[in-house]
T-cell receptor, first 110, second 110 residues
Framework: EDQVTQSPEALRLQEGESSSLNCSYT??????LFWYRQDPGKGPEFLFT???AGEEKEKERLKATLTKKESFLHITAPKPEDSATYLC???????????FGTGTRLLVSP | NAGVTQTPKFRILKIGQSMTLQCTQD?????MYWYRQDPGMGLKLIYY???????DKGEVPNGYNVSRSTTEDFPLRLELAAPSQTSVYFC?????????FGSGTRLTVV
């Protein structure tokens, strides 16, 4: 069964304290891994798509990387406005349906 | 460009009542999806559509129905509402890869 597991469930950082979020997956024939940001009371907002092991993408203080079994979302010198839930997802085997992890709730304190 | 628009934003239903959650997109995407999000459980796929006139079940379809008469609209019908359907519902559309989400409908069944 296709599964996506994210860790940690919650992470509290001080402003400027860098860290990483993890997303591990089990799927036959990976056809992309997606990262989303979700703010309270809003729908998920697309951040990145990664397609092959070794690929990296960056956006402001965020950098996503991909290996054969997991992805990391690195947050460098975070600011309070980076506080959100970060979700990762992979397409299910057979079709472009996304299987989502349960997310990491990030809180960055000033 | 509005993206994905969901209505209503909030709704309280009594057990046994029915309602339709509306979703429309203006990006000419072929793929559309309905998810529900429960606390700590991640996003679960209810139904999806690959184009007008074509729909299929996702992971948790029981108690719901959909139709797709146009590319733009993908309404979700709840028949005989039950407390287990209390959740936040998200509609999304996709050209075939990453999803664009609406802002959600928070539904409470009492």
């Amino acid at each position: 069964e296709d599964q996506v597991t994210q860790s940690p469930e919650a992470l509290r950082l001080q402003e400027g304290e860098s860290s990483s979020l993890n997303c591990s997956y089990t799927v036959s024939g990976l056809r992309g891994l997606f990262w989303y940001r979700q703010d309270p009371g809003k729908g998920p907002e697309f951040l990145f798509t990664l397609y092959s092991a070794g690929e990296e993408k960056e956006k402001e203080r965020l950098k996503a990387t991909l290996t054969k079994k997991e992805s990391f979302l690195h947050i460098t010198a975070p600011k309070p406005e980076d506080s959100a839930t970060y979700l990762c997802a992979v397409p299910n085997t057979g079709f472009q349906k996304l299987v989502f992890g349960t997310g990491t709730r990030l809180l960055v304190s000033p | 460009n509005a993206g994905v628009t969901q209505t209503p934003k909030f709704r309280i239903l009594k057990i046994g009542q029915s309602m339709t959650l509306q979703c429309t997109q203006d990006m000419n995407h072929n793929y559309m999806y309905w998810y529900r999000q429960d606390p700590g459980m991640g996003l679960k796929l209810i139904y999806y559509s690959v184009g007008a006139g074509i729909t299929d079940k996702g992971e948790v379809p029981n108690g719901y129905n959909v139709s797709r008469s146009t590319t733009e609209d993908f309404p979700l019908r709840l028949e005989l509402a039950a407390p287990s359907q209390t959740s936040v519902y998200f509609c999304a559309s996709s050209p075939g890869s990453e999803n664009t989400f609406g802002s959600g409908t928070r539904l409470t069944v009492v």
